[in-house]
C-alpha cells in the first residue's frame, strides 16, 4: 500500500522560482494551480484542516514535522465545510497555532509530483514528492534527491526548515499581513 509520503523540499528564490514555473510547462505535465488555506491544530500530533480551490480536508501526518517520510491520514469534504471543521476542532479544545497561505502549482515530472508554492510571509519553495510503500520509501527518497539535483538546486536542511517554521509559527499574524 502506497501510504507514505517521501517528500523533499527546498527554499529558492523568487528569480528560481519563475525559472522553474516556466521550465516545469515545458517539460512536465501540469496538474493545476490552487490557492489554499491550511490550519494547523495543537493537538499531539501533525493535525490540519485545509481549504482550497476545490474542497476541504482534515489531515493527520505521522511523525515529525519536515521528516522525508510520513504516513498520511486525510478525509476530504466541500470546500463550503471548511468553517464546520474549524468549529468542530476548537469545540474539540484544540487551538489554532498557525494559518498557512499559499499559492501552489502543481506538476506531474517523471513520475514524481512537483510543486512550486509561494506562501505569504514564508516564501518560495519546491517540494518534490512521491507515494511509496513502507518497503521502497528509502529508494523513493533517493529518487527525488537525483531529481533536485537535475535541477540544481540544493536541499534545504531540517535544520533551516526548523529555524524558518519557528520563526513563521511565532510571527505568523504579522507576517500574513504585510
Known amino acids: 500500500m502506497n501510504n ?31 490557492d489554499q488555506e491550511t490550519y494547523y491544530f495543537d493537538s ?26 510520513r504516513e498520511e491520514i486525510e ?6 465545510h471548511f468553517e464546520t471543521l474549524e468549529k468542530l476542532f476548537l469545540t474539540l479544545g484544540y487551538h489554532v497555532n498557525i494559518k498557512w497561505f499559499r499559492k ?3 506538476f506531474h515530472w517523471h513520475g514524481i ?5 509561494y506562501t505569504k510571509g514564508y516564501g518560495y519553495i519546491i517540494e518534490l514528492e512521491k ?3 513502507e518497503q521502497e520509501k528509502e529508494a523513493a527518497l533517493s529518487l527525488l534527491k537525483e ?5 540544481q538546486i540544493a536541499a534545504t536542511s531540517k535544520e533551516e526548515f ?16 504585510e
Open 131 to 133: 507515494m511509496s510503500s
Open 162 to 177: 526548523n529555524a524558518k517554521y519557528q520563526h513563521y509559527k511565532e510571527n505568523w499574524r504579522k507576517l500574513t499581513t
Open 44 to 69: 499531539g500530533q501533525d493535525l490540519r484542516i485545509q481549504r482550497n480551490n476545490s474542497y476541504a480536508k482534515i489531515w493527520l501526518k505521522k511523525g515529525k514535522l519536515h521528516d522525508e517520510h
Open 75 to 80: 478525509i476530504k469534504f466541500d470546500a463550503q
Open 113 to 117: 509530483s512537483v510543486m512550486l508554492d
Open 4 to 34: 507514505i509520503e517521501v517528500e523533499i523540499r527546498s527554499f529558492i528564490s523568487s528569480e528560481k522560482y519563475v525559472e522553474l514555473l516556466a521550465f516545469f510547462h515545458r517539460e512536465g505535465t501540469f496538474l493545476h494551480e490552487d
Open 104 to 106: 501552489r502549482h502543481t
Open 147 to 151: 531529481k533536485l539535483q537535475q535541477l
